[in-house]
DNA sequence: CGGTGAAATAAGAATGAGTCTCATTTTCAT
DNA sequence: ATGAAAATGAGACTCATTCTTATTTCACCG
């Protein structure tokens, strides 16, 4: 549970105050591991309203404590964002299974590209889309 | 006016009949360089159904004819595939502008991770976001 | 060529994700 | 405790996309 303090904290910092729904988003995003739309959010939390849900989720991404995923057209996907931990996604186009990887020589390659570019660039996400072994076999 | 002919050929040959949707669509694609998105193609082209140009852009993706591309939230643009060609994109976190950049050694990196994977990889995406040189002295 | 049945189409209703509004409740600095 | 300011929940709203359906068009056949 030391994610979720340092969430509180830092949105405290940042002028936000503590309310009872910023607290149950903290806490549910705390407790999973992987990637959860912002409408399962809203689904797991009959108590906090969407708006709330969507506030809180924007909050932490400006701070940087979660990172949003956008799997291909869906709703978007939140995960916590742990100091010193990046990664990037396998997405099965069957089932829908999204699998955390991470490699530097990736990393590296695309900031390599971000310095030769006229961009500015802030941040990157790559995506890869597959099947899973558990879909391999079937039809 | 390459792209059109091969696209045409191909949907027919997957049993696709040529209507007047179709060859609109296609033509509007052709003529673009850059990604056009659903609903601007919709605008575009008064005399076409909204269902007709989402169809359309369905098989043409089915048909690796052209490639969607998804940008934070807003609606997906689709650009007209090449081949041999392979590209991804920069976003402007300010103005939305896309500028597209090619680069070997983020793909063999790509590749690598692929092969070392338990995923069969399909396919994928990598997207930069930051400022792009018109925006970047701006407030 | 003209008929025919299947596929394509246009219009717009329906869905679903995400945003906005606003009246009410909470928070927190005093 | 108190009161100004922020957070909240409910639901209306927007916008992209999908679905439905009646109609039109296509490609094949004689």
Redesign the interface.
Known sequence: MRWSERASGRLNEAGFRAGAARRQVIELLAGEHCAVTALEIDRRLPSVGRASVYRTLEQLEQLDLVHRV?V??ES?AYERNDPGEHHHH?V??RCGRL?P?E?A??E???H???EG?????????????????RC?GDG
Chains 1, 2 share one sequence.
């Open positions: 956008e291909g057209g978007a396998m099965c186009v699998v990887f490699d020589s990736l590296r390659a695309i390599r590209v971000g570019a006229e961009f500015e660039v802030i941040s990157h996400d790559v995506l890869l889309r597959g099947v899973c072994p391999h």
